[in-house]
């Protein structure tokens, strides 16, 4: 059973389309991430939220808008993609320090997104 | 601001040796400190973390870590390295002083073992 799940796994787009990844996790944890990983594999936080409530917004673009239905649920939407949007996008999630677990992350296989 | 260096873009060790990836951290505060490991297309999983405690902490795999407070250091360790161990390394730090809400990565450390 897929602890953290997110579709869909790739996505190919032309410039200026809007797109939507869904991420799901099953782990009852109360915060969950977008990352955004580049080429280069570096790694970079988006949006972290907790119990639905936006947390940290890192100076992403507009275009850029998390939706958290539940606590289970942190959807990304993009909107006029750019080529510079191209990377993997990964979903995570985790308690909340001080809570049992200790705030190891855990993610979600990824989405590949490739604007054209 | 909270920051994470892995000065090695690759580590090359043969099966059977000893294999050590560096890690440096800085941040305000006593952080969480972790190591996650990533093969190719996959998300992320989980190695090992130190919060508190014995400096020497272990996890998956045969895979430990020394976290050096007065060198800001976490290298992670393994005493034989298997062809398998061979993926992408991350060094992780989220700080509690913030509310542990961001999970800063390091550049990561290729590590490719050699049969």
């Known amino acids: 059973d897929t602890a953290v799940s997110q579709t869909p796994k790739y996505l190919v787009t032309q410039m200026g389309n809007d797109k939507s990844i869904k991420c799901e996790q099953n782990l009852g944890h109360d915060t969950m991430y977008w990352y955004k990983q580049d080429s280069k594999k570096f790694l970079k936080i988006m949006f972290s939220?907790?119990?639905?409530?936006?947390?940290i917004n890192e100076t992403v673009p507009n275009r850029f808008s998390p939706k958290s239905p539940d606590k289970a649920h942190l959807n990304l939407h993009i909107n006029s993609l750019e080529l510079g949007d191209s990377a993997v996008y990964f979903c995570?999630?985790?308690?909340?320090?001080?809570?049992?677990?200790?705030?190891?992350?855990?993610f979600g296989e990824g989405s590949r997104l490739t604007v054209l | 601001a909270q920051s994470v260096a892995q000065p090695e873009d690759q580590v090359n060790v043969a099966e059977g040796n000893p294999l050590t990836v560096k890690c440096t951290y800085s941040?305000?505060?006593?952080?969480?400190l972790f190591w996650y490991v990533q093969y190719p297309n996959r998300g992320l999983q989980f190695l090992l973390k130190y919060i508190t405690g014995d400096n020497l902490v272990k996890g998956s795999y045969g895979f430990e870590a020394e976290f050096n407070k007065s060198q800001t250091s976490f290298h992670l360790k393994k005493p034989s390295a298997l062809v398998s161990d061979s993926a992408l390394y991350f060094c992780a730090v989220r700080n509690r002083n913030t509310g542990g809400f961001k999970t800063i990565f390091g550049a990561g450390t290729r590590l490719f073992v050699k049969a």
């Open positions: 939220y907790n119990n639905k409530e936006l947390i």
């Open positions: 941040v305000s505060g006593n952080p969480y």
């Open positions: 995570a999630s985790s308690q909340p320090l001080g809570l049992a677990g200790d705030g190891e992350l855990f």
